[in-house]
């Protein structure tokens, strides 16, 4: 009976089945990521225990799985701890994504992690593709420059139209 006793008290110290954190929520930015932006995933969590510090945080993208999980060292006072993990995505592909995020607390000298982990959730975002206009760079030639008449002139002081071999047009004044 004695045996039984202390296996009861001392199973809660190794952390068999214990759960000493949670993902409170999920926040992506932006909001509607496109594919030449970098997405930022912030898992808000909850610890029960004094300390929260991270130990190791990893992620794999696996198709349009992203697989992450990270490891906090919990002390032994029982206290809140509230902490964010910040996973940085370089650009994405565009599609509909999935990121599956697990939790894990260890305590001890080299932060031993429980054998279950304490939380897992899953979010899901989309990627679209970036709808943006570029600025082509040329190297465009100076056909004339013309006055407000269209009469061409190397004049100064005065309203000018740059006209260029590409087709642009530059109003310029120059005051010497």
Same mark, same amino acid.
């Given at each position: $009976? ?10 809660? $110290? ?8 949670? =993902? +409170? %929520? !999920?926040?992506?930015?932006? @909001? ?6 970098? #997405?930022?995933?912030?898992?808000? *969590?909850? !610890? ?12 794999? =993208? #696996?198709?349009?799985? =992203? *697989? ?7 002390? $032994? ?9 910040? !996973?940085? &995505? ?8 999935? !990121?599956?995020?697990?939790? %894990? ?16 959730? @899953? =979010?899901?975002?989309? #990627? #679209?593709?970036? @709808? ?5 760079? +040329?190297?465009?030639? *100076? &056909? ?29 004044? @120059?005051?010497?």
């Amino acid at each position: $009976m004695k045996k039984l006793l202390l296996l009861l008290i001392a199973l809660p $110290m190794i952390g068999f089945g214990q759960m000493f954190g949670s =993902i +409170s %929520s !999920f926040t992506i930015s932006p @909001v509607n990521p496109n594919n030449t932006d970098t #997405v930022y995933i912030y898992a808000e *969590l909850l !610890f029960i225990q004094t300390g929260c510090q991270l130990d190791v945080k990893s992620y794999n =993208i #696996v198709g349009n799985n =992203i *697989l992450a999980s990270s490891l906090h060292c919990i002390g $032994m006072g029982a206290a809140f701890c509230y902490t964010t993990d910040t !996973f940085k &995505l370089n650009p994405l592909l565009a599609g509909n994504y999935l !990121f599956d995020f697990t939790l %894990s607390s260890g305590s001890g000298p080299n932060c031993t992690a429980g054998i279950l982990p304490d939380d897992n959730d @899953v =979010i899901s975002f989309n #990627v #679209v593709t970036s @709808v943006g206009i570029e600025e082509q760079a +040329s190297n465009k030639k *100076l &056909l004339k420059a013309t006055d407000l008449l269209g009469r061409e002139t190397k004049e100064t002081n005065q309203p000018l139209f740059y006209i260029y071999d590409d087709g642009t047009v530059e109003k310029r004044i @120059v005051i010497e």
